[in-house]
């Protein structure tokens, strides 16, 4: 009988946190507090919430805790900074009169267990200017990356998604 109470507890919960998701986006996209936003805000939240509830439960997110919303917040911040470091480095690459690159793919392991993690490191690479990826394959993710600085496994994930997949982890732990 308790794991009944627990289960649906948990879609409570679940439905719960993607209203209040659904709502924070909408008021952060609308800009606006007025009575109507909000009211509109809350039968958007409100009716996608109802139609969405069971595909957000099949997702496998983890719980939504303070810790976990802190590290999502920090892994914005470092992908926001890496797309701008990337961003200047190949623009530079491409107004060097040498042009210099050395293209290539690389396999790189992740220690992500969620598909839905792997999903966000492999989309937050491919955000980045100069890396783009092209497979996931069970732990394995193929990356074509425009400068080729490492060939050994290791040390191309650390350099290529290690800051990500660092905070990604903490996420989704």
Known sequence: MTTKTGEARMRVRDWLYLFLILLVIWLALTSSLHWQEVTTGLVVALVLSVVLGKTYAGLGLPPISAKRVWYFVLYLGVLF????RANFDVAYRVLHPR???????????????????????????????????????????LIHWIVV???????????????????LRMVFA
């Open 149 to 167: 600085r490492s060939e050994d496994p290791e040390e191309a994930a650390r350099a290529i998604g290690g800051r990500f997949e660092r905070y």
């Open 81 to 84: 900074a890496e797309i701008i």
């Open 99 to 141: 042009l210099p690159i050395r293209p290539g793919i690389v396999a790189i392991k992740t220690g992500l267990r969620q598909d839905i993690a792997k999903m966000l490191l492999a989309n937050s690479i491919t955000l980045t200017p100069g890396t783009f990826t092209l497979d996931i394959v069970d732990d394995t993710l």
